[in-house]
Structures are given as C-alpha cells and as structure tokens.
C-alpha cells in the first residue's frame, strides 16, 4: 500500500480516537426561575407551567430555584439548568460568560410593555426624594440584588451615578434583598427607603391577600424609573436543535387563541406575570447594554477620568448604533 495512503489512515484513526463522543441524550431539563420573590409561592405559581412543558417536550422538567442572580448565572455556566427566566442585567451576564442566548422574552399582563425601577418609602413618613439623596447617614436604605436590573443596575444608573452618590457611603446601612423583601421591611418600617419595581408591586396585588393589601397601602414611591424592558428567556446555546424546536414550539403557541384550552394556559401565565411569550434574541438585551454604559459614562465624568469617559464614549454610541439597527419588536 502506498505509505501516503497508510499515513492518512493513520492519521484518520489518531483523530478519531482523540473526538470526543457524542453527549448522551437528555433526560430532563432544568429551568430556572428568577429569584425576584420567595422561593415557595414561585413553586406554587410555576408548576403548572412547567408541567405543561414537560407533556409537551417529553421530558421531564424540573425548575431550579436560587436566592441569587449570581447562582442562576453559575448554574446555566456549569450546565445545571438548561433554560430560565432572567432579569435583563442578570441575562447580559449569562449572555456573556455562561454560553447562553436569548430566544424569548415576557409580556407584561397590563398591556403596557416593559416595567419601571422605583424607590418606595413608608406613607406617612414624610420621605421625599430629596431627604434621601442627603446622604446624611442616617437611613436605612434597601438595595435589590446585585444582578438585578431594576433593584440595583437602573437606580445606579438613573439616580445615584448623576448625583455622584455611593450607597454605602450616603446611608447609614445598606442591605441587600429580593423585591418582595424590600416591599415588607419598608411598610414593616423596618427600612427607612428602598428599590422595588412596578412588576413586582403588581405581582403582590394579584396576591388579593390582607397582608399584601396592608403592604401595598403603607408604601409610597417617591421616585420611578424610565421603562426597563420585559424580562429575557434564556437558553443554553449547546442545546440539540430537534430539543430546541419542540421548546419554542410550546412556549410561542402557549395560551393563544379562544379554545378553552388555551384559556386556562393564559390564566396560568398570568400567574407567573406575562402574557404568552414573543419570540428576541440577543438584541434585546441593547437597552440594559446601553444602561450600564451610561452609568459607566456618568461614573467617569463624576471622577474627572478622561480616558474612562472616552472608552465609556465609544462603547455607547456603538451600543446605540445596534440599537438603531434593530428596532424593538
């Protein structure tokens, strides 16, 4: 035999032993939910969702819960999850270092697209903005996750950065909480202010319990971001695609139309707040991209940094420029 044709062979084989062997098919999915509220009324509102995707992928779908934006971000990084709801700063992150993508996004159940960071404090006290952006020392103020779009990423961006203001060094204390935790320790007056967003404030309503209506009547906002798009839904990239179909398949058809069916899929949307999900991709994540890099612009001309505000600079408008090439859907 020619000893061309034998090194080829050689070769072939050499490689062949060294490709690593298929991934073995999938047995479950793992989806993960956002950790915006307790962990226990989450269960209660998504299982009959998840059920749902589970007869319609034929797999089983188990959610996993964290207390963290970062452990939802780390899980989908280690291949834990394959699946979730994020927030949109949270997904940016995902996006970037744990090999996922954006396919769908939620719908707000008001009918009007997006929702709004705010900052709330106990009726009746006499807060005002103003008093707060003091920084005197003497508040305890309430933060969102540090991944949270609306509990931390918009009021840095749209309230603290223009003012030059740093948290730890304007209040007296500063903790760190879900949405729903804050909205509680502020009408317990266990916080003097804190972040919370429009979302979460309507997810508490549609409690109809005396508890979140005794919240919901002792909390006041004294300061409202512009919108902040619907939440993102991720998927790992490495998915198999024939997975990946029957998962928009279901998620894109679920609770549209008029047949009784798909009215009690609508009502369980309702549940989890959105309306049947609309088909994004990466782009959608433009508007946060362009919210962090403003807040790195604002940060930049507060400490006089000629080269950070430049960078800053440049990053924005090429941030705008793809958000100008891909309008919002």
Same mark, same amino acid.
């Given at each position: 035999?020619?000893?061309?044709?034998?090194?080829?062979?050689?070769? =072939?084989?050499? !490689? %062949?032993?060294? +490709? #690593?062997?298929?991934?073995? &098919?999938?047995?479950?999915?793992?989806? *993960?939910?956002?950790?915006?509220?307790?962990?226990?009324?989450?269960?209660?509102?998504? =299982?009959?969702? !998840? %059920?749902?995707? +589970? #007869?319609?992928?034929?797999? &089983?779908?188990?959610?996993?819960?964290? *207390?963290?934006?970062?452990?939802?971000?780390?899980?989908?990084?280690?291949?834990?999850?394959?699946?979730?709801?994020?927030?949109?700063?949270?997904?940016?992150?995902?996006?970037?270092?744990?090999?996922?993508?954006?396919?769908?996004?939620?719908?707000?159940?008001?009918?009007?697209?997006?929702?709004?960071?705010?900052?709330?404090?106990?009726?009746?006290?006499?807060?005002?903005?103003?008093?707060?952006?003091?920084?005197?020392?003497?508040?305890?103020?309430?933060?969102?996750?540090?991944?949270?779009?609306?509990?931390?990423?918009?009021?840095?961006?749209?309230?603290?950065?223009?003012?030059?203001?740093?948290?730890?060094?304007?209040?007296?204390?500063?903790?760190?909480?879900?949405?729903?935790?804050?909205?509680?320790?502020?009408?317990?007056?266990?916080?003097?202010?804190?972040?919370?967003?429009?979302?979460?404030?309507?997810?508490?309503?549609?409690?109809?319990?005396?508890?979140?209506?005794?919240?919901?009547?002792?909390?006041?906002?004294?300061?409202?971001?512009?919108?902040?798009?619907?939440?993102?839904?991720?998927?790992?990239?490495?998915?198999?695609?024939?997975?990946?179909?029957?998962?928009?398949?279901?998620?894109?058809?679920?609770?549209?139309?008029?047949?009784?069916?798909?009215?009690?899929?609508?009502?369980?949307?309702?549940?989890?707040?959105?309306?049947?999900?609309?088909?994004?991709?990466?782009?959608?994540?433009?508007?946060?991209?362009?919210?962090?890099?403003?807040?790195?612009?604002?940060?930049?001309?507060?400490?006089?940094?000629?080269?950070?505000?430049?960078?800053?600079?440049?990053?924005?408008?090429?941030?705008?420029?793809?958000?100008?090439?891909?309008?919002?859907?």
């Amino acid at each position: 035999m020619d000893r061309r044709i034998i090194l080829g062979l050689m070769a =072939a084989a050499a !490689l %062949a032993g060294c +490709s #690593k062997p298929a991934p073995p &098919p999938k047995t479950e999915l793992v989806f *993960s939910i956002l950790s915006a509220e307790s962990q226990s009324s989450a269960q209660k509102d998504w =299982a009959p969702f !998840l %059920a749902d995707m +589970s #007869k319609a992928v034929g797999l &089983p779908v188990k959610a996993f819960y964290a *207390s963290n934006y970062t452990a939802l971000i780390e899980a989908m990084r280690f291949k834990q999850t394959d699946l979730g709801w994020f927030t949109n700063q949270s997904g940016l992150e995902a996006v970037r270092r744990s090999g996922a993508e954006v396919f769908a996004r939620s719908v707000n159940p008001s009918g009007v697209d997006g929702y709004n960071a705010v900052i709330i404090v106990k009726k009746g006290s006499g807060l005002t903005l103003d008093r707060i952006l003091t920084c005197d020392r003497t508040l305890n103020f309430g933060m969102g996750d540090p991944k949270s779009t609306s509990g931390t990423l918009a009021p840095m961006t749209y309230l603290f950065a223009p003012h030059n203001i740093d948290p730890a060094t304007c209040f007296r204390t500063v903790k760190s909480a879900n949405h729903e935790t804050n909205l509680f320790s502020v009408a317990g007056g266990l916080l003097d202010a804190a972040t919370n967003n429009t979302a979460s404030m309507d997810r508490l309503s549609l409690l109809h319990t005396d508890i979140a209506k005794r919240t919901l009547e002792n909390v006041q906002v004294v300061w409202t971001s512009p919108r902040i798009p619907e939440d993102p839904i991720l998927w790992r990239k490495d998915l198999d695609p024939a997975l990946k179909k029957k998962i928009a398949d279901f998620m894109f058809s679920y609770g549209v139309g008029d047949t009784p069916e798909a009215k009690r899929q609508h009502a369980i949307l309702v549940q989890i707040q959105t309306l049947p999900f609309k088909r994004a991709d990466d782009s959608h994540l433009l508007p946060v991209r362009e919210m962090e890099a403003t807040g790195q612009l604002v940060e930049a001309r507060n400490h006089k940094d000629a080269a950070a505000e430049a960078k800053a600079q440049a990053a924005l408008a090429e941030i705008q420029k793809e958000k100008a090439a891909h309008p919002a859907g």
